[in-house]
T-cell receptor, first 117, second 111 residues
Framework: GAGVSQSPSNKVTEKGKDVELRCDPI?????LYWYRQSLGQGLEFLIY????????KSGLPSDRFSAERTGGSVSTLTIQRTQQEDSAVYLC???????????????FGSGTQLSVL | EDQVTQSPEALRLQEGESSSLNCSYT??????LFWYRQDPGKGPEFLFT???AGEEKEKERLKATLTKKESFLHITAPKPEDSATYLC????????????FGSGTRLQVQP
């Protein structure tokens, strides 16, 4: 079946512009995560959605970052007034929710490479 | 501060030359340790989950082990197709679902 789909795969923008990144999770997966990966770095958690619960936004680095998940499926990550330090690969992952986190397997998309000039 | 440290940062092996990657962690309570493989331009792909000290998981040429302070990913007789970045991540006893990732080990296996 189809995996996690992210679009666009590449985005080049100018400093100060707003960008929207999209994630289509695997059908039936109720849990959705956004992570950011800077060059040579590990993944940095941004936000987590699970079903109808309030999202965990604790990883968002500033109020320029926001995300929503419509209808429990597609998610959009929005970055307002982009800065050069926002340049990174933005990864989305989905999973079947499990009470025990150790039983939860994340399926990642290929990411959006964001470059802020 | 909770941390996940992977070593070495990069490793170059000859085909058939076995080795181990290390992931050490300092967390207040471990709810799970995960290994992922990441190929260039792709998202990470799940390999293993470990939870209890002494636990071992195997898949083809890979074996992951766990102690109270670290995990090892052993690669036996690697092939060039094992070349990738291997990421370790932990789930901590904080009530949050987010994983904390290490910065990875870039493995290159030469024929």
């Amino acid at each position: 079946g189809a995996g996690v789909s992210q679009s666009p795969s590449n985005k080049v923008t100018e400093k100060g512009k707003d960008v929207e990144l999209r994630c289509d999770p695997i059908s039936g997966h109720t849990a959705l995560y956004w992570y950011r990966q800077s060059l040579g770095q590990g993944l940095e958690f941004l936000i987590y959605f699970q079903g109808n619960s309030a999202p965990d936004k604790s990883g968002l680095p500033s109020d320029r970052f926001s995300a929503e998940r419509t209808g429990g499926s597609v998610s959009t990550l929005t970055i307002q007034r982009t800065q050069q330090e926002d340049s990174a690969v933005y990864l989305c992952a989905s999973s079947l929710f499990s009470i025990r986190v150790r039983d939860e397997k994340l399926f990642f998309g290929s990411g959006t490479q964001l470059s802020v000039l | 501060e909770d941390q996940v440290t992977q070593s070495p940062e990069a490793l170059r092996l000859q085909e058939g030359e076995s080795s181990s990657l290390n992931c050490s962690y300092t967390v207040s309570g471990l709810r799970g340790l995960f290994w992922y493989r990441q190929d260039p331009g792709k998202g990470p792909e799940f390999l293993f989950t470990l939870y209890s000290a002494g636990e071992e998981k195997e898949k083809e040429r890979l074996k992951a082990t766990l102690t109270k302070k670290e995990s090892f990913l052993h690669i036996t007789a690697p092939k060039p197709e094992d070349s990738a970045t291997y990421l370790c991540a932990v789930a901590m006893d904080t009530g949050r679902r987010a994983l904390t990732f290490g910065s990875g080990t870039r493995l290159q296996v030469q024929p």
